[in-house]
């Protein structure tokens, strides 16, 4: 039966629905991922024979968050209880145990558990000052990502790495799977629009682990001056590009299954727009809509809650689509985008106020062409034929940085 399936996926791609190279090599790589199972990897955290031996002796700090563990215990009381020396914990947005709501901005403090000074990296000091890094030998970086350009912690990266740059420090990655590893997608970031939310010129699905990007920013000269970080990683064991992982945490408050995690980077720009993304529900990024929504068959009342406290349309009734029972072979087996949700939701807004919020849209879309075509009424075939000339040569410039088949 695989091979009947594969066979009809093969004719599908050599067919006039999907002329483009980028496009069949993403329906192939979903195939390849709904057919495998859910891959027993190792993250490289839980590799502790492979860098333990390294941060001997050495004084350590950590970016870290909910998603830092090794097996069930956190990365950070690991590494106390093996007798190395943490300092200090960093935080990326959503803060050091991941609670805290998308953009609320963070100070610094303790951790109640460890007593660790812990600095936040999300707010006003977005990178480590060289007061900070004082006498760290070596940084540790382990939050789990999923594989989007507008997903912050890959920013916090790159951000890291530079203030690594600056005072001579070492940087360790401890690489975990990513969950959209599996195809590449999406406008390229152009220049102008860069922004904490988009940092460099890659795909909005840009297909690396944590530890292969970072190998691109050190590789590409994306730091200041060029520059180049120390950078060592441990790589994931038993992992492939092709191997489903699903995530046994939620790298944030608002994506809490792998359902969301799928539907982030195309329900994601949503957040541009007039247009509920589901925060402050159950279902949020599976569910989408807004007050008087016509073609909606899911109502939903967005309220206040732990990860959303003001979450778009706050106490009021929107109609919308629900996307929480679509089932995991659509997602594995598509390696795209879907444009069909915002171009929908786009052409059957009647409301008085503007649909799209362009400053904000832009720098999630990497600048304003996508919004300028939905506005012009262009199909979706259309719009994704602008971006393959921009897929194909980022795909030349992925392929030297990646550890994984």
Not at 125 to 140: R, S
Not at 156 to 181: F, H, I, K, S, Y
């Amino acid at each position: 039966m695989y091979r009947e399936v594969f066979n009809a996926i093969v004719r599908v791609a050599r067919g006039a629905a999907l002329k483009s190279t980028v496009t069949a090599l993403g329906v192939l790589l979903g195939f390849n991922v709904l057919m495998g199972q859910t891959g027993r990897v190792t993250p490289g955290a839980q590799r502790t024979e492979e860098y333990f031996p390294q941060l001997k002796g050495k004084n350590v700090a950590v970016v870290a968050n909910q998603t830092s563990l090794v097996g069930k215990k956190h990365l950070v009381d690991t590494l106390l209880s093996a007798g190395i020396q943490v300092k200090k914990v960093f935080a990326p947005e959503h803060g050091f145990r991941g609670e805290a709501d998308a953009g609320q901005k963070l100070k610094d403090g303790l951790d109640p558990q460890t007593k660790l000074p812990v600095v936040s990296l999300y707010g006003k000091n977005l990178k480590p000052t060289p007061e900070q890094l004082k006498g760290i030998d070596v940084v540790i970086f382990d939050v789990q990502d999923v594989g989007v350009r507008f997903y912050t912690y890959i920013s916090t990266l790159a951000n890291v790495m530079e203030g690594c740059v600056q005072t001579g420090t070492a940087l360790l990655v401890l690489d975990r799977p990513n969950p959209n590893g599996h195809y590449v997608d999406g406008p390229i970031l152009q220049s102008g629009y860069t922004s904490f939310v988009g940092m460099h010129p890659v795909p909005i699905v840009h297909g690396m682990t944590v530890a292969e990007y970072a190998r691109m920013v050190n590789g590409e000269g994306w730091l200041p001056d060029a520059a180049r970080c120390e950078l060592n990683w441990v790589s994931v064991a038993d992992y492939t590009h092709s191997t489903r992982y699903d995530l046994p945490v939620r790298p944030s408050p608002n994506l809490p299954n792998m359902r969301a995690v799928w539907l982030y980077p195309s329900i994601c720009l949503f957040e541009g727009t007039i247009v509920s993304e589901g925060r402050g529900t159950t279902k949020p990024f599976q569910i989408y809509g807004f007050p008087g929504m016509k073609d909606g068959n899911a109502p939903f009342t967005p309220k206040a809650m732990k990860g959303a406290q003001s979450p778009k349309f706050k106490d009021v009734k929107c109609n919308g689509v629900d996307l929480s029972t679509t089932p995991d072979t659509v997602f594995l087996r598509s390696g795209r985008i879907d444009l069909s949700h915002i171009m929908a939701a786009y052409k059957g807004y009647s409301g008085k106020d503007p649909f799209f919020d362009p400053s904000f849209f832009d720098k999630l879309a990497g600048s304003s062409d996508l919004r300028d075509l939905i506005e012009a009424g262009w199909s979706e075939q259309q719009i994704r034929a602008t971006w393959e000339p921009g897929l194909r040569k980022y795909a030349e410039v992925r392929a030297r940085y990646l550890i994984y088949e």
